[in-house]
């Protein structure tokens, strides 16, 4: 089976964002789509190691940025590769809150979408939620951006000189320095497994 053919679906990136008592939190996701029209309805796939999902799982609600092409590493750094539990996500961002309370981001995103669960499935390593849009609102015109060109334009390469042997992760560009990587080795950034894992040329 060629995990490259798994590449070519298309992917966008998103903040989703969720509020439990005073504590604002959110993650990077790549998987959120709308499913039906009428009633309005939303999907979106959270990792159950994200601190963002339990919170989802017990309020309910949950807000999705849509991010564009102008974002900066540095944002996919902010909400990907810490987690909420240890830090305040809301510090030095920029953002408003939707009439549900939660945040959205007004900066690097062109739209926000509010959503109430209706329903959670298992699926194993992830949550799906399908929820009911309770609000959205388009922020600007800029090109929202897909996965494929986070990773073409936007995810910074690796810095090594020809001597350094190692691993990089293709998902976040942490590095892993060693001959040999561990077959059950998971990335201390992003969380994803040895698989996802290539050789430093």
């Known amino acids: ?38 009633p309005n309805r939303i999907a979106a796939v959270v990792d159950k190691k994200n601190y963002t999902h339990d919170m989802i799982m017990r309020t309910k609600e949950f807000n999705a940025s849509v991010l564009t092409e102008q974002s900066k590493f540095d944002t996919y750094r902010h909400w990907g590769f810490q987690s909420g539990a240890d830090v305040d996500k809301t510090e030095q961002i920029t953002f408003k809150r939707s009439k549900n309370g939660l945040i959205y981001l007004t900066e690097e995103t062109n739209a926000f979408i509010s959503a109430k669960v209706i329903s959670c499935t298992d699926l194993g390593t992830h949550t799906l939620f399908l929820a009911d849009v309770t609000e959205a609102e388009v922020l600007s015109s800029d090109e929202s951006v897909t996965y494929s060109y986070y990773r073409k334009n936007i995810k910074t390469k690796p810095k090594t000189d020809e001597a350094k042997k190692g691993f990089v992760c293709t998902v976040c560009g942490y590095i892993y320095e060693g001959d040999t990587l561990p077959e059950d080795f998971i990335c201390p950034w992003c969380n994803h497994p040895a698989e996802d894992f290539e050789p430093l040329e």
Not at 14 to 35: M, W
Request: net charge negative; with cysteine.
């Open 1 to 38: 089976m060629s995990k490259e053919a798994m590449d070519k679906l298309t992917y966008g990136l998103f903040v989703l964002t969720a509020k439990e008592g005073d504590k604002d939190n959110g993650c990077i996701v790549n998987t959120v789509s709308q499913v039906t029209i009428t």
